[in-house]
C-alpha cells in the first residue's frame, strides 16, 4: 500500500509537470503482452483517474462485464474493442485510456478474444479497485469455469458504468507535442492528455502502479 501510494505521488508529479495539471492520476495495465493477461490484472484507481490500456500484443479487448458474470458483457459497459500489434507484433502498440469516474465500487472486465479459446475462460480478466485479492481470485475462478468454445461480439463502446473513454485505441504518435490518437475523429478536448503524452519509458511493465 505504501509502495503504491509512493508510486502515485511520483506519477502526480510527473504528469503535472508535464502537462501543468494536478490531482489525476494514470495507471498502465500491459494487454496481451504476457501472454494472454491483463499485467497487472488488478489496479487502484480514484476518482477521474485514468487507467491506460497498452495492447502491446496479438489482439485483445478490454469488455466491462460484473462479478456475477464475468465473461459476459456488462449491460450499458464499455469496450475497447479488438485491438494489438497483430499476430507476429509488427503493428504499432494501441493504447487506450479510459477515465474513472465511479469509485464507490469495483469495475470489471474480460478479454473477448477466442484465438485458440475463449481468454475470458482462460482467465484473461482484470479489475479496477477490487475489495480485495480474495474476491478478485473467486471473480478469477468463476471466469474459468466459463466455456472455453464460447463467443461474445464487441465493439468499441466508449461510455461504461462508472468509466468513459473518448476514443478508441490507437498508437500515440511518437512526437509528444500535442497529438491526438489517429483514430480520434472530432475536436475532443484532451482531459485524457496525460495519458497520451506519456514519455515512453512508461510503456515499459516495469513501473505500473501496482498492488
Ligand atoms: C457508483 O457505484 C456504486 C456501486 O458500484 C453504485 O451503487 C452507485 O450508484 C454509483 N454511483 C453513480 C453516481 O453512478
Ligand atoms: C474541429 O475544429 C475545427 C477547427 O478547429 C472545426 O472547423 C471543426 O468543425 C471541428 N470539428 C468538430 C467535430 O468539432
Ligand atoms: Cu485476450
Request: hydrophobic letters at 40%; charged letters at 10%; one cysteine or more.
Amino acid at each position: 500500500m505504501v509502495k503504491m501510494v509512493d508510486s502515485a505521488l511520483f506519477l502526480l508529479f510527473l504528469t503535472g509537470w508535464i502537462i501543468g495539471v494536478r490531482g489525476q492520476f494514470n495507471v498502465q495495465v500491459q494487454v496481451g503482452v504476457e501472454g494472454s493477461f491483463y499485467t497487472p490484472g488488478t489496479v487502484s484507481a480514484g476518482m477521474n483517474d485514468v487507467v491506460t490500456f497498452v495492447f502491446g500484443g496479438d489482439f485483445h479487448d478490454v469488455t466491462q462485464s460484473s462479478f456475477e458474470n464475468p465473461c459476459v458483457p456488462l449491460p450499458g459497459g464499455f469496450s475497447s474493442g479488438f485491438a494489438g500489434r497483430g499476430a507476429d507484433f509488427s503493428n504499432p502498440t494501441p493504447v487506450w485510456n479510459l477515465q474513472i469516474t465511479n469509485v464507490s465500487g469495483p469495475l470489471w472486465f474480460f478479454c473477448a478474444a477466442t484465438e485458440p479459446t475463449f481468454h475470458c475462460a482462460s482467465g484473461m480478466v482484470g479489475a479496477i479497485n477490487p475489495p480485495s485479492q480474495e474476491v478478485y481470485s473467486s471473480f478469477v475462478a468463476a471466469a474459468k469455469n466459463t466455456s472455453p468454445t464460447a463467443t461474445v461480439a464487441v465493439s468499441y463502446v466508449p461510455n461504461g458504468v462508472g468509466a468513459f473513454a473518448t476514443s478508441s485505441p490507437a498508437p500515440v504518435s511518437s512526437s509528444v507535442a500535442t497529438t491526438s490518437p489517429a483514430s480520434s475523429a472530432s475536436n475532443e478536448s484532451h482531459i485524457l492528455g496525460p495519458a497520451e503524452k506519456q514519455p515512453s519509458q512508461n510503456f515499459t511493465p516495469s513501473h505500473p502502479v501496482q498492488r
